[in-house]
């Protein structure tokens, strides 16, 4: 069986839950070839790296799927490219807030995903899920740890990937702007079986 890596992020700015973690905590132990590991990251620069890469030296894992949190979509969106760039328009949790910085000074412009997303997100359309492509994954922690962890393992046989998730129905004051936990939950389960 197949390792597979899986994260979300804690709670940030004013948000009391973090939809990203609330869905890849409430996925199942085994997705169709892959045996989970799940991990919490905390929303802070650099950090957040660093819990990551060492779950990553004990797990060993064949793919690492990032997951965070997108208020403006319904849909969970699989990020194409992470940019080497630093761009917060909010703090982290510790309070930091970089603008306009590289994230490695010297290191390339930006890495694609190394998991088949243009293939997934197709197929995964075809049958009807909520899904999108999304070029990059922006410029606050999200994007930090998808370039931080394709770069770690460029390269290497690892996978690697970023899923935004929705926000969830009591995060928000109309209900037609979020999706259900279970529904997500379902979702990051057919991307995972599409890997």
Not at 2 to 25: E, M, Q, R
Not at 27 to 42: A, E, F, R, S, T
Request: one cysteine or more; hydrophobic letters at 45%.
């Amino acid at each position: 069986m197949k390792s597979l890596l899986i994260t979300g992020f804690d709670p940030f700015a004013h948000y009391i839950v973090n939809p990203s973690w609330k869905a890849v905590k409430a996925l199942p132990d085994i997705v169709g070839d892959y045996q989970l590991y799940k991990l919490m990251l905390p929303n802070i620069f650099d950090l957040e790296a660093k819990i990551l890469l060492e779950e990553a030296g004990r797990v060993k894992p064949d793919v690492i799927l990032l997951c965070g949190m997108n208020s403006g979509s319904t849909r969970l969106q699989l990020n194409l490219a992470a940019l080497n760039i630093r761009d917060a328009f909010l703090e982290d949790n510790l309070g930091h807030r970089p603008w306009g910085v590289p994230i490695r000074e010297g290191a390339p412009d930006a890495y694609f995903a190394t998991i088949p997303v243009h293939n997934m997100v197709r197929s995964l359309r075809a049958k009807h899920y909520p899904v999108d492509l999304a070029l990059s994954s922006g410029g606050f922690v999200c994007n930090d740890i998808f370039y931080l962890t394709l770069n770690a393992f460029h390269d290497t046989d690892t996978k690697v990937g970023f899923v935004h998730v929705p926000l969830l129905p009591e995060m928000v004051m109309d209900e037609n702007m979020a999706l259900p936990l279970e529904k997500t939950t379902k979702v990051l389960q057919a991307i995972i079986k599409e890997l």
